[in-house]
T-cell receptor, first 110, second 114 residues
Framework: GIQVEQSPPDLILQEGANSTLRCNFSDSVNNLQWFHQNPWGQLINLFYIPSGTKQNGRLSATTVATERYSLLYISSSQTTDSGVYFCAGPSGGGADGLTFGKGTHLIIQP | NAGVMQNPRHLVRRRGQEARLRCSPMKGHSHVYWYRQLPEEGLKFMVYLQKENIIDESGMPKERFSAEFPKEGPSILRIQQVVRGDSAAYFC????????????FGPGTRLTVT
């Protein structure tokens, strides 16, 4: 099945900073999602982005499918952005379940 | 439009008891997926169901775990004779169709086995 690797594993920033999170995948994908798991454990859908660029407020994402990577940009970070950010792609082989990366643990300090 | 609903949100069971986790998909969605988040392993796919059918259970443990999605009512993930290693967060997701569609996740059920 597909392999999903995320970097960096941990990131500590001051409030107001910008950040870029990366997701590499081992095979072509037709479904790529970004999630934020908040400190209470809830998984929040951020982007469904198999290709191209999308923006939602201070967050944006870009997937370059031909080069098998996706980037999540967070601008003007706020403490509420803290948590773990996951990317996930299809498991492959005709399966519809998602394969998740191990996540980037982001801490925004006031 | 209500999102994916899961209940209970927290469940405590003693070793050997049964755990039943429920998931109601988003309105208009007929595809349900279950995932488990263990502290050491991250989020892992367990099973994919459509109404009255299990499509892919490649991620389900071979024993004690079962899932169903009846014609009426929520999807159920059932764990028999729970052990401490079953303690985890169990997430349900739904999508409107198979294939390249966004999956929307519920808030999860946190199972603690004592």
């Amino acid at each position: 099945g597909i392999q999903v690797e995320q970097s960096p594993p941990d990131l500590i920033l001051q409030e107001g900073a910008n950040s870029t999170l990366r997701c590499n995948f081992s095979d072509s994908v037709n479904n790529l999602q970004w999630f934020h798991q908040n400190p209470w454990g809830q998984l929040i859908n951020l982007f469904y982005i198999p290709s191209g660029t999308k923006q939602n407020g201070r967050l944006s994402a870009t997937t370059v499918a031909t080069e098998r990577y996706s980037l999540l940009y967070i601008s003007s970070s706020q403490t509420t952005d803290s948590g773990v950010y996951f990317c996930a792609g299809p498991s492959g082989g005709g399966a519809d379940g998602l394969t998740f990366g191990k996540g980037t643990h982001l801490i925004i300090q006031p | 439009n209500a999102g994916v609903m899961q209940n209970p949100r927290h469940l405590v069971r003693r070793r050997g008891q049964e755990a039943r986790l429920r998931c109601s998909p988003m309105k208009g969605h007929s595809h349900v997926y279950w995932y488990r988040q263990l502290p050491e392993e991250g989020l892992k796919f367990m099973v994919y169901l459509q109404k009255e059918n299990i499509i892919d259970e490649s991620g389900m443990p071979k024993e004690r775990f079962s899932a169903e999605f009846p014609k009426e009512g929520p999807s159920i993930l059932r764990i028999q004779q729970v052990v401490r290693g079953d303690s985890a967060a169990y997430f349900c997701a739904s999508s409107p169709a198979a294939g390249s569609y966004e999956q929307y996740f519920g808030p999860g059920t946190r199972l603690t086995v004592t």
